[in-house]
């Protein structure tokens, strides 16, 4: 990982933990984002969600999606 952002802004990261509390997360960019839905998945969050900086709502899943990252 590593190297600059593609977008800069907020990035916002929710989540409902394991006793069903709403729970909003701030991150500086999609890396961290990412990386927050992969920490918030291990602790048993349900329906964890990305807001970009302008305010498009994506599923975790679809945001890892969308960076399009080539894993090799």
Same mark, same amino acid.
């Given at each position: 990982m590593g190297g600059a952002s593609r977008e800069?802004?907020?990035f916002t990261v929710k989540g409902i933990d394991p006793s069903g509390r709403v729970m909003t997360f701030?991150?500086?960019t999609d890396e961290q984002?990412?990386?927050?839905t992969w %920490? =918030?998945?291990r602790r048993g969050f349900r329906e964890i969600t990305v807001a970009d900086p302008k305010g498009k %709502? =994506?599923?975790a899943a679809a945001f890892e999606r969308?960076?399009?990252i080539?894993?090799?």
């Open positions: 800069s802004g907020v701030a991150c500086g984002a990412m990386e927050k %920490e =918030l998945a %709502e =994506l599923s969308s960076l399009n080539d894993w090799e």
